[in-house]
């Protein structure tokens, strides 16, 4: 990716769906205009979910992805299927690709209700409509093309985009916690496990978000954070650190300064904060012998003095002083089955879009298990969460009632 593009998390995600040999394949090279996928009169040819990002017009920087058929066979086509039904979860827009000769199949129907069960915005492309009559009215959500003939294909596009502007949730990473011509200071630790040569995501986000918002960003590292706020004419209208140095931090901050960290901004921007900050209590209430899935939706290279493998288990241990047991999930895999975990605490999902992270959110609530996020975690190991969420009053708010029941 180069330095100037969209990252996949931030681009709308668009799902071709349907059975074998419907044409999605086809109709993907048709409205990407390039050869993403292969294509064939074998049915199956497609054997794993596709991903290409790209600028789509008229709907801007979005990731296609193209799946197996759902009606695929046999245990690895079981696989498959498994794999398709994973990419509902990343799904902003959902295309259910229709052989239009055949019509509508049972399985195409369950998938139009788990589109809805999932409230994914759908178009149903009628393929191969060069093959039948197309009859002069059709439901608003249908479209009759044909991949092979390069038919209606802009038609469809037009259609994706207005899915996606209508499924568009408007959310702020920061700029509505500061004011233009605000100071902000961005503690940024330069350790092992930091990039060579740049800032982390969310690091780079925030810069961003501050920017287009009119603030003056300040970037530090805890060790020179003193300094900085020394030689700051007036204390800055927030300061926000990575997770790990909230201890550090916490202490050099004037109280009278609004403090939080990325991954709780990033706990509001990709998932639902209420939803983390509650999780967090379950910690106080983890008895020896539990289990602790901790997940990060990212794949990097673990190294010594890892947040997620070494120093999170070794805080929680201290913190309860019980004999938990961890588990461990990174990039895209993610228990359907949360039963075994006394508590799920996620990363602040910089690498995966506000659909992935909401359904894992939403698997969590469903099974009764409480997960949390690593900034949030951290805080209240530390005793220091009441003033990590005073930046979110209403939140903070009601956080602050619930502690004094």
Not at 132 to 149: D, F, G, H, L
Not at 224 to 238: D, H, I, K, M, V
Not at 244 to 257: C, L, R, T
Request: charged share 20%.
């Amino acid at each position: 990716m180069s330095l100037n593009a969209q990252v996949s998390a931030e681009r709308v995600h668009i799902g071709f769906f349907g059975l074998r040999n419907a044409g999605k394949s086809s109709l993907v090279n048709r409205v990407t205009g390039q050869t993403l996928s292969i294509v064939s009169e074998v049915r199956g040819t497609t054997t794993d979910p596709v991903r290409k990002a790209m600028e789509l017009l008229p709907v801007g920087p979005v990731v296609i992805i193209d799946t197996p058929g759902l009606d695929d066979e046999g245990a690895l086509g079981e696989e498959r299927v498994r794999r398709t039904r994973r990419v509902l979860d990343q799904t902003d827009i959902a295309v259910l690709v229709v052989d239009a000769a055949a019509g509508l199949s049972q399985a195409d129907r369950e998938l139009m209700q788990l589109f809805e069960g999932k409230r994914i915005p759908f178009v149903v492309a009628m393929n191969k409509a060069d093959l039948v009559s197309v009859p002069e009215s059709v439901p608003e959500n249908t479209i009759y093309v044909s991949a092979q003939e390069n038919e209606n294909i802009y038609a469809l596009k037009e259609k994706i985009a207005a899915l996606a502007r209508s499924a568009a949730s408007p959310r702020e990473l920061i700029a509505d916690l500061v004011s233009s011509g605000n100071a902000v200071v961005l503690v940024t630790p330069i350790d092992s496990a930091a990039p060579k040569g740049r800032l982390i995501l969310p690091q780079q986000q925030t810069i961003r978000a501050l920017l287009d918002a009119g603030c003056v960003p300040v970037v530090t590292r805890e060790t020179e954070l003193s300094r900085t706020l020394s030689l700051l004419s007036e204390p800055p209208a927030l300061v926000v650190t990575d997770s790990q140095a909230f201890g550090i931090v916490s202490k050099i901050v004037p109280e009278s300064v609004r403090l939080t960290s990325f991954s709780i901004l990033f706990a509001r921007y990709k998932g639902d904060l209420r939803t983390t900050v509650l999780g967090a209590a379950a910690l106080r209430r983890l008895k020896d012998g539990d289990t602790v899935l901790i997940s990060e939706g990212c794949t990097h290279h673990r190294q010594c003095g890892d947040i997620g493998t070494e120093k999170l288990p070794r805080w929680v241990k201290s913190y309860t002083g019980r004999d938990v047991n961890f588990a461990f999930t990174s990039g895209g895999e993610f228990p359907d089955d949360l039963s075994p975990y006394a508590l799920v605490i996620h990363c602040g999902a910089c690498m995966l879009n506000e659909r992935e992270m909401q359904s894992r959110l939403c698997r969590a609530a469903e099974q009764s298990v409480p997960i949390t996020n690593y900034g949030i975690a951290i805080a209240q190991m530390h005793g220091i969460l009441d003033r990590a969420l005073q930046p979110f009053s209403a939140l903070h708010a009601e956080w602050s009632a619930q502690q004094l029941v």
